[in-house]
């Protein structure tokens, strides 16, 4: 029996390859665009609990 030469790529495997990462990369950017968003409505929480924070201390004073 005669083995197929490493060599030798198969068209097949290599589209099924290349599908699988463009998958994976559209899931990647999805992911990143979503942690983006994330991490916006973080920082606008965060600076909104600040602004709270300040005008506690100026009312206290």
């Known amino acids: 029996m005669k083995g197929?030469?490493?060599d030798?790529?198969?068209p097949a495997r290599e589209g099924e390859a290349e599908r699988k990462?463009?998958?994976s990369?559209?899931?990647l950017e999805e992911r990143?665009?979503?942690l983006d968003?994330?991490?916006g409505k973080a920082h606008s929480e965060l600076e909104?609990?600040?602004?709270d924070a300040e005008?506690?201390?100026d009312a206290s004073i």
Do not use: I, T, W, Y
């Not at 909104?48 to 602004?51: A, Q």
């Open 4 to 6: 197929v030469p490493m």
């Open 8 to 10: 030798d790529k198969n």
């Open 21 to 23: 990462m463009e998958h």
């Open 25 to 27: 990369a559209d899931e």
């Open 32 to 34: 990143l665009e979503n």
């Open 37 to 39: 968003k994330d991490l």
């Open 48 to 51: 909104e609990r600040k602004k």
């Open 55 to 57: 005008g506690r201390d």
